[in-house]
């Protein structure tokens, strides 16, 4: 069974500094997705970026990147210019491309806060 | 369009009842998963449903179970309720059953059971 780690329970910022999330995971797969969500305060889970296994390129949306190293099973979040909008609880998401049902398997969880 | 939808917000339960808690997904959506929210943890999978029929099941005892109806709306049902059974309820949809489909997800039902 795949497992996911977020080993930083909470994280602090500076308003318009940069911040790095970490996520590790566990699998014995070579195909599969990964998947950086966002839960603010009011509970509905947003999609931050996504990564697919087979791209070597690391993803970026705006100020969202991540860097993505397959051998290390390694998944950081890079937030940069931090936003007061950015506080939230971050989860670290995996997805098998091999096994029927679509199931996400979440990290514990990291909490980022942004400071003015 | 409107998002995915969830009813109701809040419920609270005593142990030993049964509650239903309903899902709509995005329009055009077809699959719809349920996820389980602990307080302090991540989300954990329930359920998924695509065109009706189960497609994914978490580990969860049988006292929980799901539907799917035409429209592609959902429930989840969960009958003798345990104080542990106390969490955020999260329904996700997306358009297919494709692994790289991203899930949206909706508000949640906070459940508490007392």
């Known amino acids: 069974a795949q497992t996911v780690t977020q080993s930083q329970p909470e994280m602090s910022v500076q308003e318009a500094e940069t911040v790095t999330l970490s996520c590790t995971y566990d699998t014995s797969e070579s195909d599969y997705y990964l998947f950086w969500y966002k839960q603010p305060p009011s509970r509905q889970m947003i999609l931050v970026i996504r990564q697919e296994a087979y791209k070597q390129q690391n993803a970026t949306e705006n100020r969202f990147s991540v860097n993505f190293q397959k051998a290390a099973k390694s998944f950081s979040l890079k937030i940069s210019d931090s936003q007061l909008g950015d506080a939230a609880m971050y989860f670290c998401a995996y997805r098998s491309a091999m096994e029927y049902g679509n199931k996400l398997v979440f990290g514990a969880g990291t909490i980022l806060r942004v400071k003015s | 369009d409107a998002g995915v939808t969830q009813s109701p917000t809040h419920l609270i339960k005593t142990r030993g009842q049964q509650v239903t808690l309903r899902c709509s997904p995005i329009?055009?959506?077809?699959?719809v998963s349920w996820y389980q929210q602990v307080l302090g943890q991540g989300p954990q999978f329930i359920f998924q449903y695509y065109e009706k029929e189960e497609r994914g099941r978490g580990n969860f005892p049988d006292r929980f179970s799901a539907r799917q109806f035409p429209n592609y709306s959902s429930e989840l049902n969960v009958n003798a309720l345990l104080l542990g059974d106390s969490a955020l309820y999260l329904c996700a949809s997306s358009g297919e059953d494709i692994p790289g489909e991203t899930q949206y997800f909706g508000p949640g039902t906070r459940l508490l059971v007392l």
């Open positions: 329009s055009g959506h077809k699959s």
